[in-house]
């Protein structure tokens, strides 16, 4: 975490507030992830149900580095169910699906994470907080990197 100098405080609250629905979208997909890992069904169920608790772990992790990183920038984070739901852009998943939509699904939700990641580095990169960026560099590497091992594991790869 990174001390914030208080003549940044305007800038830091602007990138707190991005950070804070980038977090909202990481816990819905962190939540979809896990109904996924749980309800996944079919031939391939033992390599999904695995991938999917890899990732879901991961993003677990990812969720505390951000809400620690937006306290750090001396904001609060939200922490409900509500909170997450009305602060996200990702879709939750409420209903059965085929495993082949669940990986489609995610797939496209990994890609909103990269691009609204390259949104907020740029952002934060103006705003001269490298701490911010540094975070959301390796969340967009991660999330490149898991939406192509799901565009791998797809039928018409």
């Not at 940044?8 to 979208?25: G, R």
């Not at 949104?119 to 705003?127: D, S, V």
């Not at 540094?134 to 990197?145: A, F, P, S, T």
């Amino acid at each position: 975490m990174q001390h914030v100098p208080s003549t940044k405080t305007s800038q830091a609250s602007k990138i707190a507030d991005e950070l804070t629905h980038f977090l909202a979208d990481t816990y819905m997909l962190y939540l979809k992830t896990q109904n996924f890992h749980w309800n996944v069904k079919g031939p391939h169920f033992y390599s999904l149900h695995k991938m999917f608790e890899e990732q879901y772990l991961e993003l677990a992790t990812a969720i505390d580095e951000l809400a620690e990183q937006i306290r750090a920038l001396g904001s609060y984070t939200p922490a409900s169910f509500s909170q997450f739901l009305n602060l996200s852009s990702l879709k939750e998943a409420t209903s059965k699906t085929s495993a082949e939509t669940m990986v489609q699904e995610l797939l496209k939700d990994h890609e909103t994470m990269v691009s609204y990641a390259t949104t907020i580095i740029t952002k934060a990169q103006k705003a001269q907080d490298e701490g911010t960026a540094d975070i959301l560099i390796q969340r967009q590497k991660i999330h490149e990197k898991t939406a192509w091992m799901l565009k791998s594991s797809l039928k018409d790869a």
